[in-house]
């Protein structure tokens, strides 16, 4: 079986570089698989688990003749990164991305190009609130969508590449414009994890006060919550940063929701409230139907237990 690309590099051995690793390895995909990653720590880790074949302390050397090129990096550092790499990039390679906002990147990396490299975004919808080049696997992306975001005039025939690579890292395909992606994301993603961290933090503060009770009561509501809130904060201080406009006026709409939720509990309005739940519990068993999501008891997640004992096995 050929492989889909000869050289794939990875600028980034976090949880989506390391996973999409594994997920080449599992499919044979590329005949040789490059990284980079600015801790040594963490490429040594990435030859131990092998992840890839060779490792570089600069993200120029593992670009190098690569026929794929992915950021796996956070929102705020491509740019530079790209600035970088970019007088390294082979012609004919095809450059993407992994991030949750897609106007910013395009705006940030459009313009640094070289002539004959094929720039199309993407963002794979899968993770997990693990980081690191230990946390990946190679199913992460399995039933899972990616979005592919092309620039007008991409070549017909990079975008089909792209395409294919990761269907065969076992997602689903969408294409949108950058400026719909962040709309869509800003209220399935970008703003949840928002109101996740808004209410662990109103938590922290409350937990002085009840002095552990918060924790030692904890409901599986707020345990999903600070689910959400244990995701990598850098990556997500890009996010909200660069996808502002999206999110403030997501968080427009929620506020207005809100106060009408509010009217209505203070109000006695019952009707209200039960026209609201039962709605939204059938978007739940939507997302079920989808194959986004499982009913099994805690949505199918492994106790912390089980998590820390398989990573001790690697």
Request: glycine content about 8%.
């Amino acid at each position: 079986m050929s492989h889909q690309f000869e050289k794939v590099a990875l600028l980034g051995l976090g949880l989506i570089g390391s996973s999409l690793a594994h997920a080449m390895r599992r499919g044979n995909l590329a005949g040789t698989i490059t990284g980079h990653a600015k801790s040594a720590e963490t490429r040594k880790t990435a030859l131990r688990l092998g992840l890839v074949d060779e490792v570089f302390e600069t993200p120029g050397e593992a670009v190098r003749d690569a026929d794929l090129v992915v950021l796996c990096v956070p929102i705020g550092v491509c740019r530079e990164l790209v600035q970088t790499i970019a007088k390294d990039l082979k012609k004919g390679a095809i450059l993407t991305d992994v991030g949750s906002v897609k106007g910013a990147v395009v705006r940030d990396l459009e313009p640094l190009i070289p002539e004959g490299v094929h720039f199309i975004p993407a963002h794979p919808i899968a993770g997990t609130e693990y980081s690191g080049p230990e946390a990946g696997f190679a199913e992460l992306f399995d039933g899972r969508w990616c979005i592919l975001t092309p620039l007008y005039g991409t070549d017909e025939a990079a975008l089909e590449r792209l395409k294919n690579f990761w269907q065969a890292c076992g997602s689903s395909i969408e294409i949108m414009t950058p400026e719909h992606h962040d709309l869509v994301l800003a209220i399935t993603s970008h703003v949840p994890h928002l109101i996740a961290y808004n209410i662990v933090g109103t938590a922290s503060d409350l937990e002085r006060v009840t002095k552990s009770e918060v924790v030692k009561f904890s409901a599986a509501g707020f345990r999903d919550f600070t689910r959400i809130a244990a995701s990598d904060p850098v990556m997500w201080r890009d996010i909200f940063l660069n996808n502002k406009d999206a999110v403030l006026e997501m968080l427009g709409r929620f506020s207005e929701d809100i106060s009408s939720l509010q009217k209505a509990i203070r109000w006695g309005d019952g009707d209200t409230l039960l026209e609201l739940f039962t709605r939204t519990r059938e978007i739940r068993r939507g997302i079920i139907e989808a194959g986004q999501e499982t009913d099994l008891p805690d949505f199918g997640r492994a106790p912390a237990s089980d998590i820390e004992t398989a990573g001790k096995k690697e």
